[in-house]
């Protein structure tokens, strides 16, 4: 977002209960660097399966009331369940315990005081899929931010119907190119570390686009739905000629090697680095 103090104190209370089937997902994972670019007014945490939904917020409601915390249930059904998390001092934070498809490019990572986050790349990919399916200024937001300061447009929309059969990549970017009719009011809704220009969005949000029609006409139809992975572990939007590896989404993610090594990114110091600049902290220790 930068999170906020009280969102702070609730996930790291939470952290420990965090797996990969249940996992901090949304803006307050997009956003959790204190450089970062907005605030977000809820967490949501993710399951891969419904049934996980429950159990995952009894045991959550319990550890928060055992910290101090007081829970308001506001609306509980199968697979979806939202709380406000009061605190004396702090006033209160929306939880969202929510189902979401286990069918991702990664696995989760485990990060200081968050616990297992999804991986930024998954992060991105739901954004792009979200916005092609609402019309929402916070979600146009995010990923201009992506775009900026993870990976391409382009990649994303390649990459992002591997997820959604129904989609391929043209009916994506033509969904997408809709969005961002974006005016100044639905900016100020929203809360930012610090002023956005609304010119300057929409010159970068057309730029995006017309990167991104320019990748998806460059690339192989058969190589759709898949992300691609430069030789040093990136994943990237390659130019003629450039070398890379092709990654499809599977039930729960897998961690690629690199080339023939038997490395994995988990590995890897550079996308170690690259996931610490990402999320503002240190990752923990791949369970």
């Known amino acids: 977002m930068p999170l906020s103090e009280l969102q702070e104190r609730v996930l790291a209370v939470l952290s420990k209960n965090?797996?990969?089937?249940?996992?901090?997902?949304?803006?307050?994972a997009i956003h959790s660097a204190k450089d970062s670019l907005r605030y977000s007014g809820d967490i949501d945490l993710f399951h891969d399966r419904e049934v996980v939904v429950a159990a995952s917020f009894a045991k959550d409601r319990e550890t928060l009331e055992q910290a101090?915390?007081?829970?308001?249930?506001?609306?509980?059904?199968?697979?979806?369940?939202?709380?406000?998390?009061?605190?004396e001092d702090q006033g209160g934070v929306l939880l969202d315990w929510a189902h979401d498809s286990a069918w991702r490019f990664m696995p989760t990572v485990t990060v200081e005081k968050l616990g297992h986050v999804l991986h930024p790349v998954d992060l991105a990919v739901n954004k792009v899929l979200a916005l092609g399916g609402r019309d929402e200024p916070r979600?146009?937001?995010?990923?201009?931010?992506?775009?900026?300061?993870?990976?391409?447009?382009?990649?994303?929309?390649?990459?992002?119907?591997?997820?959604?059969?129904?989609?391929?990549?043209?009916?994506?970017?033509?969904?997408?190119?809709?969005?961002?009719?974006?005016?100044?009011?639905?900016?100020?809704?929203?809360?930012?570390?610090?002023?956005?220009?609304?010119?300057?969005?929409?010159?970068?949000?057309?730029?995006?686009?017309?990167?991104?029609?320019?990748?998806?006409?460059?690339?192989?139809?058969?190589?759709?739905?898949?992300?691609?992975?430069?030789?040093?572990?990136?994943?990237?939007?390659?130019?003629?000629?450039?070398?890379?590896?092709?990654?499809?989404?599977?039930?729960?993610g897998v961690m690629p090697r690199l080339g023939s090594s038997s490395e994995s990114l988990f590995e890897s110091p550079e996308l170690r680095e690259q996931l610490e600049q990402f999320f503002g902290r240190p990752l923990g220790d791949r369970e």
Do not use: C, T
Not at 18 to 28: N, P, Q, T, V, W
């Open 139 to 252: 979600d146009w937001v995010d990923i201009l931010y992506l775009d900026r300061r993870f990976i391409s447009l382009g990649a994303l929309v390649w990459a992002a119907v591997g997820k959604d059969p129904g989609l391929n990549p043209r009916m994506l970017l033509d969904l997408l190119q809709r969005k961002g009719k974006i005016h100044q009011r639905d900016l100020e809704r929203l809360q930012f570390a610090e002023p956005l220009v609304l010119d300057e969005l929409q010159l970068q949000w057309k730029r995006s686009l017309d990167e991104a029609d320019r990748f998806i006409r460059s690339r192989p139809p058969g190589e759709a739905g898949r992300l691609y992975l430069s030789e040093k572990g990136f994943f990237f939007a390659p130019q003629p000629g450039d070398s890379y590896q092709l990654h499809a989404p599977e039930p729960g």
């Open 18 to 28: 965090r797996s990969s089937e249940s996992h901090l997902a949304g803006a307050g």
């Open 68 to 87: 101090g915390f007081g829970i308001e249930v506001l609306l509980s059904q199968p697979g979806f369940i939202r709380a406000r998390i009061r605190s």
